[in-house]
């Protein structure tokens, strides 16, 4: 648990869609697939597809600009960047420092987390540990993904199930306002590392003649194995951060759950006992955001009015690596 001496609060929230948006009827037009079976399997209706000039730190820019109106911190408060992506706009630098310039501040640390769709709460983990140490007081936690850059259109087993997007939270230690923190679980399981990947583009693959033929650069994914793995970890870590705090699933009053797939959301509500009502959706405007997903959700939730001062909310997510995550926060 957050020691109670420096707690830390999120004191404002944003997110950032692209303009473009892409139906599944869309989708249909260029891959064998249909808007039944697509909704039917996940409960996506369409996702938003970025621009050229929407790259992951233009989008996370302006989801941070957002929040910071929000949180009423000015830019050159911020002593921390930490940003979640597995799109980044190149391998280095960081989109943290990218993000960092086009706010036109300097001298704050900056870093970039990937662990895939788990990545903003694991990102928001090493901020609060940052505020912790009380040498910063103000962190941008960032989730931004331009996943249409990864996927494989002629792909439809994953071209359908994903999106882009930002969301960004600001977490603060020296405030008396906003959501408290009150808790983490994150975990990781490297053996199942080949699940979901994308093989080229790091060192061990680089870009060659034969990577692009072998289409390397882009998602791959064994979407069964993923669906049963998801389903139980991100299950178990629910069970586990709720269990830790002594707190009953029924005490809950909002689940912002990873937005990847209708079915496994469902069975993390019926593992939990909580009523799906109680689960803030928005997948089915768009899609799999990877680690803009919670944040992007949060936000939404904030600002449509679920989430109301007292209310115990639970962040679960799941990803590549493997990786998952729950944090507790007391709105
Ligand atoms: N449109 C139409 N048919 C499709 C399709 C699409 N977009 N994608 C796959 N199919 C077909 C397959 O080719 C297969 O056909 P076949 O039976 O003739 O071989 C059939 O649908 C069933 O495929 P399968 O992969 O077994 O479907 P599924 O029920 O497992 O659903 C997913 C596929 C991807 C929706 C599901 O496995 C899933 O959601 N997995 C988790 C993915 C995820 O959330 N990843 C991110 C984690 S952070």
């Given at each position: 648990?957050?020691?109670?001496?420096?707690?830390?609060?999120?004191?404002?929230?944003?997110?950032?869609?692209?303009?473009?948006?892409?139906?599944?009827?869309?989708?249909?037009?260029?891959?064998?697939?249909?808007?039944?079976?697509?909704?039917?399997?996940?409960?996506?209706?369409?996702?938003?597809?970025?621009?050229e000039e929407e790259t992951a730190s233009a989008m996370g820019t302006s989801a941070a600009r957002v929040a910071l109106a929000e949180a009423d911190l000015a830019p050159e408060s911020v002593d921390v960047i930490v940003v979640a992506t597995m799109t980044p706009d190149m391998l280095f630098p960081s989109t943290a420092c990218l993000i960092q310039n086009d706010l036109g501040i300097a001298g704050a640390v900056c870093l970039d987390v990937e662990a895939a769709c788990s990545g903003f709460l694991y990102a928001m983990e090493?901020?609060?540990?940052?505020?912790?140490?009380?040498?910063?007081?103000?962190?941008?936690?960032?989730?931004?993904?331009?996943?249409?850059s990864i996927l494989d259109w002629e792909d439809r087993s994953t071209c359908v199930l994903f999106g882009d997007g930002a969301g960004a939270a600001v977490l603060s230690s020296d405030s008396s306002d906003g959501a408290t923190v009150i808790d983490f679980k994150l975990g990781a399981d490297g053996s199942k590392s080949d699940v979901l990947s994308m093989p080229g583009g790091g060192s061990s693959i680089p870009a060659t003649q034969d990577s692009l033929a072998a289409r390397q650069h882009f998602l791959k994914m064994r979407g069964r194995e993923v669906?049963?793995?998801?389903?139980?970890?991100?299950?178990?870590?629910a069970l586990d951060i709720l269990e830790q705090?002594?707190?009953?699933?029924?005490?809950?009053?909002?689940?912002?759950?990873?937005q990847a797939n209708m079915r496994i959301i469902d069975s993390i509500s019926s593992r939990l006992g909580i009523p799906i009502e109680r689960f803030f959706l928005n997948l089915d405007k768009y899609g799999n955001t990877s680690a803009a997903s919670i944040p992007i959700a949060l936000d939404e939730a904030a600002r449509s009015g679920r989430l109301k001062s007292g209310d115990t909310v639970l962040l679960v997510a799941f990803g590549a690596g493997l990786t998952w995550g729950a944090s507790l926060v007391k709105w």
């Open positions: 648990m957050i020691s109670a001496q420096r707690s830390v609060k999120i004191t404002g929230t944003g997110s950032y869609a692209p303009r473009k948006s892409l139906s599944n009827d869309d989708l249909a037009k260029f891959v064998d697939t249909s808007d039944e079976w697509i909704f039917a399997r996940t409960g996506i209706k369409e996702r938003r597809i970025a621009d090493v901020a609060t540990g940052l505020l912790q140490t009380g040498r910063y007081r103000n962190a941008l936690v960032v989730g931004t993904e331009k996943l249409s669906f049963k793995l998801a389903v139980k970890v991100m299950g178990q870590v705090n002594d707190i009953r699933p029924d005490q809950l009053s909002c689940v912002v759950p990873h």
